[in-house]
């Protein structure tokens, strides 16, 4: 425990207490770092790493200490080693790979020791705050080093990290997202204010994804939520709110500039003539899938190999850093099916399992993280997350959902009220 007392910060407890401070502090550097410092590559590979070690002092203190290698590592192991072996038949063996294979290590680093912290759900509840606070920084960085003139420019999140704006977007809907959940099933009314800051934030980012994520998120989460009282007048409720904030953003300046254009370009593109071009980068878009799509019917058993789609592009085409913006066709090209049915099995696990105890034990957790599934689901055929480090993060985090679920819900707050009597 931490305690502040006449000026003197002390630090209480146990082993185990202690390594759990630090490794939740480790988490909220790694969170922060993966993007406050997007130039200087090592220091999210370091931190994440870092993560490892804190939770071993962790599992080193606890007094039951179970020696599990969790469901998600063997999983991302045998994903990695075949992505590896792929260099085997690859066009190119090239420096996309040895990054790629790099990212893969930090990856399985960190959702191994998001699984070791998390042993029930009292530590997911806990992990969720902390990742909320470490967007909330982030938040509060890009807004205070972008320019007020810019903030309707619809790059809100690219200033102080240097990353695409869309991967700072994401942390800001799976933050909004956890956010909701806090207010809607937990009752704590401030964090509502914590949601509207996120939803601004995706809003002035330009990203229609994370814009999607962060109206369909809390709509898709209250759908579900039949447990509430008034039902229907909640789903109407969110529903009008989402019509609202939609509306706002088509008719104030300042939101149009920022993303209501690039909606509007959106829905002419997909919905009218495809021959006026309205959005160039939805066409550019488009024919990176394209190009992926063509490369996996040249070897759509085991692909190209890992990051030959870029190196591929830029050989022949001259297109330097360019993915598809598709994380299925991206597989596709690169891994081919073999590689593609590895990798979203461990999504179909999840999936299956949290709607399990979505409705057998009635978990309000298992709810929340399958909302952020399906949704996830839906996003990847606009961006590619299989060798990006971030979202693999909540990914883990929602794996531990499957399992954490004993002293959740209804059930955890039956026993909190127990003890409470008891005293």
């Not at 085991?302 to 994380?327: R, T, W």
């Not at 590895?342 to 057998?360: E, G, Q």
Request: glycine share 6%; with cysteine; hydrophobic share 50%.
């Amino acid at each position: 425990m931490i305690s502040l007392n006449k000026g003197i910060l002390r630090f209480e407890g146990n082993k185990e207490n202690t390594a759990r401070w630090i490794y939740e502090l480790t988490f909220i550097v790694n969170t922060i770092t993966l993007f406050a410092f997007n130039d200087v590559k090592f220091i999210g590979t370091a931190t994440g790493l870092v993560m490892l070690v804190a939770v071993m002092l962790l599992w080193i203190g606890r007094r039951n200490k179970k020696v599990v290698i969790p469901y998600n590592t063997a999983w991302y192991i045998a994903f990695t080693a075949f992505a590896a072996v792929s260099c085997l038949w690859s066009m190119f063996i090239n420096t996309y790979m040895a990054s790629y294979f790099l990212r893969m290590v930090v990856i399985i680093a960190s959702i191994t020791s998001v699984s070791i912290y998390v042993d029930k759900a009292e530590d997911l509840e806990r992990l969720i705050k902390i990742f909320i606070f470490s967007i909330v920084v982030i938040v509060a960085m890009e807004l205070a080093v972008t320019p007020i003139d810019e903030w309707s420019a619809g790059v809100m999140g690219s200033h102080f990290s240097g990353a695409n704006q869309n991967s700072v977007a994401f942390l800001a809907f799976c933050a909004e997202l956890f956010a909701f959940y806090e207010f809607y099933s937990k009752g704590k009314k401030r964090y509502i204010l914590l949601v509207v800051l996120f939803v601004i934030f995706v809003v002035m980012s330009g990203s229609r994804k994370a814009l999607f994520a962060s109206v369909a998120g809390p709509l898709l989460f209250v759908f579900f939520s039949t447990y509430k009282r008034n039902y229907l007048f909640r789903i109407l409720l969110i529903a009008g709110l989402a019509v609202f904030v939609v509306f706002i953003i088509m008719n104030d300046v300042n939101a149009y500039n920022s993303i209501g254009k690039r909606f509007e370009s959106m829905l002419e593109f997909w919905f009218e003539d495809r021959s006026h071009k309205v959005d160039n980068s939805l066409y550019m878009r488009s024919y990176y899938i394209q190009l992926a799509q063509e490369m996996f019917g040249e070897s759509p058993l085991i692909g190209k190999g890992m990051g030959n789609f870029a190196k591929i592009i830029d050989e022949f085409y001259d297109l330097q850093g360019v993915y598809s913006h598709n994380n299925y066709w991206q597989i596709l090209s690169e891994l081919g099916v073999i590689g593609f049915f590895i990798y979203y099995s461990m999504y179909a696990f999840i999936i299956i399992k949290l709607i399990k105890n979505t409705v057998v034990h009635k978990s309000r957790l298992s709810l929340l993280f399958l909302t952020f599934m399906l949704l996830l689901v839906v996003l990847e055929t606009g961006f590619v997350t299989y060798n990006s480090k971030m979202p693999h993060i909540v990914i883990g985090i929602a794996y531990t959902a499957t399992y954490a679920v004993d002293t959740d819900g209804r059930k955890y707050s039956y026993i909190e009220n127990q003890r409470t009597g008891d005293l």
